[in-house]
């Protein structure tokens, strides 16, 4: 019959390398998750960017619109259809206090 004992002469080395072991797994773990947490937050950076450059274009196209209603040629286009003339003398009414 034989008997299975265990090693009586336990060495300090081997919860050592388990400590070890296991701060090594653990900052694997560790780095993994930041990586792909930086992954995902350079996309999104990306995505932002491209949602302003889009306002940016939409902000530039109403800037544009709104010249292009403003400007003197058009409105004065505008006054003629309307059948109003451009007056050199103006009188001014003021009201006094």
Not at 55 to 67: D, G, H, P, T, W
């Amino acid at each position: 019959m034989t008997i299975i004992r265990p090693n009586k002469n336990k060495s300090p080395w081997n919860s050592a390398v388990i400590v070890l072991g296991s701060g090594i797994l653990c900052c694997f773990a560790l780095t993994i998750f930041l990586y792909s947490r930086v992954v995902s937050l350079k996309h999104e950076t990306e995505q932002m960017e491209d949602k302003i450059s889009e306002a940016r274009l939409k902000n530039a196209e109403l800037k544009s619109a709104l010249f292009h209603l403003t400007d003197l040629e058009d409105l004065e286009k505008l006054a003629a259809e309307k059948g109003l003339i451009k007056d050199k003398n103006p009188q001014w009414a003021f009201v006094s206090p």
